[in-house]
């Protein structure tokens, strides 16, 4: 085998611009796929990254009321049957595997009684939020403290904004301190946080650019205990709950929709708890571009089978030209499978070059359309370990007929030939 490599190698040195030719094929093909197959895993890279971030691997489970979500205000009635979570129901969703944290809060969308002197917010969500909250969805803390034990034990009547909230409410003026007016009641501002994702999500469709909206709303945190104090009853709660990783999400986020809904009144028929699946989310939008993307594929596929008919070609003119080369072979008692096996091994590894090749060319394709049109490539290793393997089949499969023919010369008739 290793002679029959030396000697492959050999021959398509001696012949390099023929070699070469022989090889552009292979290398056009195969550097076709990993160029698209690097666009389309970064393509779908960023499609995952855009609905769930930079990995904070949180997951939703909000009430739906009859396939809607359901948000409560001012003059809503409070939904009969639906109780706020409980520290037993806490702990079991905290004992799932698959889970890391958990946080329920109560949550206002309206943000009309929400003042600092002359000033207001125009959008944004007020929240009732436990201890976990801030570090289950991904807040740290900018400037001021975060809230105590006792504020909530106390009800002592504290407020954290965000950044968003801080600058609309305040400006440039330092907010630690100020009194500001939510529902008619004076809260004292301890604290503002931001988010701890650097994740900027690039906006290219009309999902992204809701979802970049959201982020960009103003937030305002008050202990859940003081909740009643500023909108008179308990409320249902939401639920985020961080899993333990991205693969997880889905998982966690069926249990704990599951073991919510078990403390719901059976009586309560339209309110469920529901999980926010963003990775379900985002299969279906890979799906969207499945079909073009394989038609790309097998489209660049095509060149690999010209690619492998150029080889076919030249390895029949190689019989043709070393005709009284297997004659003497032969007659010195060289094989059948000897020939075979030579021939074999030059077209493998002609076109194993040609894969290599092609696989380099594509790396550097991908990133000359990732510099030009901004697409996202993710070059995969598993691909380009395939088409090298692929293009030493091709050379295989097409280099047969000829290695055949050569094989099967008789001895006497290939000596004669000049």
């Known amino acids: 085998m290793l002679e029959n490599i030396r000697l492959s190698f050999q021959g398509i040195w001696s012949h390099k611009m023929r070699s070469f030719l022989t090889m552009l094929g292979i290398i056009i093909g195969i550097a076709s796929i990993i160029s698209i197959v690097s666009t389309i895993k970064g393509t779908n890279e960023e499609i995952k990254n855009s609905l769930i971030g930079s990995g904070n691997n949180t997951v939703n489970v909000l009430l739906y009321e009859k396939g809607y979500t359901m948000e409560i205000y001012?003059?809503?009635?409070?939904?009969?049957?639906?109780?706020?979570?409980?520290?037993?129901?806490?702990?079991?969703?905290?004992?799932?595997d698959s889970v890391e944290n958990v946080t329920c809060f109560t949550e206002r969308r309206n943000m009309e009684g929400v003042f600092y002197r002359d000033k207001a917010i125009s959008s944004g969500a007020i929240r009732g939020i436990d201890k976990s909250y801030f570090d289950t969805v991904g807040y740290r803390l900018k400037t001021g403290r975060i809230f105590l034990e006792d504020d909530g034990k106390k009800f002592r009547k504290v407020v954290i904004l965000d950044q968003n909230a801080a600058e609309a409410l305040f400006g440039d003026e330092n907010p630690i301190g100020k009194t500001m007016e939510i529902s008619e009641e004076p809260f004292t501002v301890v604290g503002v946080v931001e988010s701890e994702s650097n994740y900027?999500?690039?906006?290219?469709?009309?999902?992204?650019?809701?979802?970049?909206?959201?982020?960009?709303?103003?937030?305002?945190?008050?202990?859940?205990?003081?909740?009643?104090?500023?909108?008179?009853?308990?409320?249902?709660?939401?639920?985020?709950?961080?899993?333990?990783?991205?693969?997880?999400?889905?998982?966690?986020?069926?249990?704990?929709?599951?073991?919510?809904?078990?403390?719901?009144?059976?009586?309560?028929?339209?309110?469920?708890?529901?999980?926010?699946?963003?990775?379900?989310?985002?299969?279906?939008?890979?799906?969207?571009?499945?079909?073009?993307?394989?038609?790309?594929?097998?489209?660049?596929?095509?060149?690999?089978?010209?690619?492998?008919?150029?080889?076919?070609?030249?390895?029949?003119?190689?019989?043709?030209e070393r005709t009284s080369e297997i004659g003497l072979k032969k007659a010195i008692g060289a094989r059948k499978g000897t020939i075979l096996g030579q021939f074999l091994t030059e077209a493998a590894v002609l076109t194993s070059m040609g894969g290599m090749l092609g696989v380099a060319a594509g790396i550097g394709m991908a990133q000359v359309i990732n510099r030009v049109s901004g697409v996202a490539v993710s070059i995969d290793i598993v691909a380009s370990v395939i088409a090298v393997l692929f293009s030493m089949l091709i050379g295989i499969i097409f280099g047969l007929l000829p290695s055949v023919k050569a094989a099967n010369l008789n001895p006497i008739d290939a000596l004669r030939r000049e």
Do not use: H
């Open 200 to 320: 900027e999500t690039t906006i290219t469709n009309i999902s992204q650019y809701y979802s970049a909206q959201e982020s960009a709303l103003s937030g305002v945190f008050i202990p859940k205990e003081c909740w009643p104090i500023a909108y008179a009853y308990d409320e249902p709660e939401k639920v985020v709950v961080k899993a333990r990783s991205t693969d997880d999400m889905e998982e966690a986020g069926q249990k704990v929709q599951k073991i919510l809904n078990a403390t719901i009144s059976p009586k309560q028929e339209e309110v469920k708890y529901k999980a926010d699946n963003l990775l379900e989310k985002a299969r279906d939008m890979q799906k969207l571009s499945a079909a073009t993307n394989n038609q790309l594929i097998w489209i660049a596929s095509i060149s690999l089978l010209v690619g492998g008919i150029g080889v076919m070609n030249i390895m029949l003119v190689s019989v043709t």
């Open 74 to 96: 001012s003059n809503s009635q409070k939904p009969f049957g639906i109780p706020q979570v409980s520290e037993e129901t806490r702990s079991e969703i905290l004992k799932l």
